[in-house]
């Protein structure tokens, strides 16, 4: 089910609110429990919309780095609390779990190389509906 405005605008909606109300310069403070609390939002309407929903996490670490099919993605149910995901989609993605395993295993040399997968992950998650969070903790 393609994302339409007036679906995207009710997901959005306590996300959107947090912003107007609190009138950010694009800084949080920390523990702002209401961005965090809006994100929820995203979530539970994500699945609401969509039936299901899946967040993810962009880093990986510790044992993570070096199992061979690390949990990057996992299916969100009502009443589930996974701390601060990185993103939230409507459906499973074996290409989202395949770039982000190949972000981490590629050597790093300094963040514009890291910035430009970043940003193509963030690309994929935008093209597969989903939603990229900040958190404030």
Not at 66 to 82: A, M
Not at 99 to 119: E, F, N, Q, S
Request: hydrophobic content about 35%; some cysteine; overall charge negative.
């Amino acid at each position: 089910m393609p994302m339409t405005d007036e679906l995207r605008k009710s997901m959005f909606k306590a996300n959107d609110e947090f912003y107007l109300d609190f009138k950010t310069d694009g800084c949080v403070s920390e523990n702002n429990v209401y961005l965090n609390e809006a994100n929820r939002s995203v979530i539970r309407e994500m699945h609401k919309a969509y039936g299901d929903c899946w967040v993810g996490k962009i880093n990986l670490y510790g044992e993570e780095r070096t199992q061979e099919s690390p949990q990057i993605l996992f299916h969100w149910s009502k009443g589930d609390t996974i701390d601060y995901p990185s993103f939230c989609i409507p459906r499973f993605s074996q290409e989202l779990v395949d770039l982000i395993i190949a972000r981490d295993r590629t050597p790093y040399d300094g963040t514009k190389t890291d910035a430009m997968l970043v940003d193509e992950i963030h690309r994929l998650v935008i093209k597969l509906e989903g939603f990229i969070f900040v958190w404030s903790c």
